[in-house]
Antibody, heavy 119, light 108 residues
Framework: QVQLQESGPGLVKASETLSLTCTVSGGSIGSYYWNWIRQPAGKGLEWIGRIYSSGNTNYNPSLKSRVTMSVDTSKNHFSLKVDSMTAADMAVYYC?????????????WGQGTMVTVSS | QSALTQPASVSGSPGQSITISCTGTSSDVGTFNLVSWYQQHPGKAPKLMIYEGTKRPSGVSDRFSGSKSGNTASLTISGLQAEDEADYYCCSFAGGRVFGGGTKLTVL
């Protein structure tokens, strides 16, 4: 059974870069899309973007200028960087899988990691 | 990409049925049969309940069903149970992905 685990600093200073990693266990990172989704406290879900195992990416247009995703198939993990963090970026960040047998749907999720931005 | 429109809240009594709507546009819900629905309990990650508009993953109760008409997708929960109380989100393919604002379901 595939499991996802986010890791990274829970506290980032304003204007600095957030770096998170999602490790895939119980299965291969190949042949799926791997997504980042965030949720500010008390608010809804926002799709940040996705990366295919080949490295192809799609980003939310509203975040595209500040987001970079990468994948390391040898380590079975993928990563997110968000530049110029502000208080508006404080959220629980989830990684999730889509593609495969359930097209367009996020069928496996990480538990989420809370990111706080300090001034 | 504009967020899909969901009612902020719905409620129902145990045993009743409720429907949550998710309205998009011809650029997302209306064109692609790739609407999915997620259930989220407080402090937990979302859980996939419906994909491709009408399909249920293995292990999801058949009390949950999905449908679509034009630019609006819907999630129906029949035979409401206390454990169904949660937030529900729709999501559509739109080049990338766009979520609805979420609906809080209260079981009275």
């Amino acid at each position: 059974q595939v499991q996802l685990q986010e890791s990274g600093p829970g506290l980032v200073k304003a204007s600095e870069t957030l770096s998170l990693t999602c490790t895939v266990s119980g299965g291969s990172i190949g042949s799926y899309y791997w997504n980042w989704i965030r949720q500010p406290a008390g608010k809804g879900l926002e799709w940040i973007g996705r990366i295919y195992s080949s490295g192809n990416t799609n980003y939310n247009p509203s975040l595209k200028s500040r987001v970079t995703m990468s994948v390391d198939t040898s380590k079975n993990h993928f990563s997110l960087k968000v530049d110029s963090m502000t208080a508006a970026d404080m959220a629980v960040y989830y990684c999730a899988r889509d593609g495969g047998e359930k097209p367009g749907a996020f069928d496996v999720w990480g538990q989420g990691t809370m990111v706080t931005v300090s001034s | 990409q504009s967020a899909l429109t969901q009612p902020a809240s719905v409620s129902g009594s145990p045993g009743q049925s409720i429907t949550i709507s998710c309205t998009g546009t011809s650029s997302d819900v209306g064109t692609f049969n790739l609407v999915s629905w997620y259930q989220q309990h407080p402090g937990k990650a979302p859980k996939l309940m419906i994909y491709e508009g009408t399909k249920r993953p293995s292990g999801v109760s058949d009390r949950f069903s999905g449908s679509k008409s034009g630019n609006t997708a819907s999630l129906t929960i029949s035979g409401l149970q206390a454990e169904d109380e949660a937030d529900y989100y729709c999501c559509s393919f739109a080049g990338g992905r766009v979520f609805g604002g979420g609906t809080k379901l209260t079981v009275l």
